[in-house]
């Protein structure tokens, strides 16, 4: 039976060996829940990106470029990291470069893992059952912020094991901390987030409305994967090949 463990930063991957892994990336607040919004809108392929300034060269390739730094739209970009701003035709048909404080940086720093998977509760159905059709060992990187642990992404983690309780074994502490977390929580996640550091920080932007979308679960049938340097709805290319 194959294991599922949980990274709770980006700067702890060092301590994981990828190869032969599957990894989850998730920040649902807010940037893997705007990548899934983004798929479900009808972009094209998403090149996650670390520096601002990478991402401003995409422009030059026809691309929409999209940057957030600590909640914000940075200045000069098409985007922010808002998953309402990708609605309304906003990105049908187009490639996206993206940079987030800590969203993009978990799935780069998780390129040695065998695939990269991005989560979010509005695709969580979708996630869990490529993991079981994959049938290898998982672990869960969340993005955390700046290199620190943080609760919406441990809940996902948690939501997700709780997903995948008969297919996989649990193993790690992680997981279980993740999966008793979410139990905790999950009748209200609202609510039970609501003295987190995310949304203490971010109180002033007022994007109640981006966090509580964020938190709703299976909203959308999309599967973002990692293909070379890019991600690909793989819902989509299945769908083509069909
Ligand atoms: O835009 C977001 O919601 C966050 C902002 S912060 O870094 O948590 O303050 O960025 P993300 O990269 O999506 O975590
Ligand atoms: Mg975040």
Redesign the pocket.
Known sequence: MPSIDVCFSPELLHLYDLKGKAVVAV?V????S?MVTAFAEGASHIFPVMELEECRGFAGRGCLTAA????IKAEGFDL???PFAYMNGNVAGRDIAIT??????AIRLSEAAEEIVVGAFLNLQAVANHLRELNLDVLVVC?G??GQF?LEDTLFAGALVERLNDAFGYEHDSALAALYLYQTAKQDLVEFLRQS??VR??EHLE?HK?IEFCLRHDVYDVLPVWRHDRLVDLMRVRELES
């Open positions: 920040d607040l807010r940037a893997t705007t957030e730094r600590n909640g922010g990291n808002s987030t404080t800590n969203g993009t940086r993005a912020w700046k943080n550091s995310h920080r971010l994007i981006d």
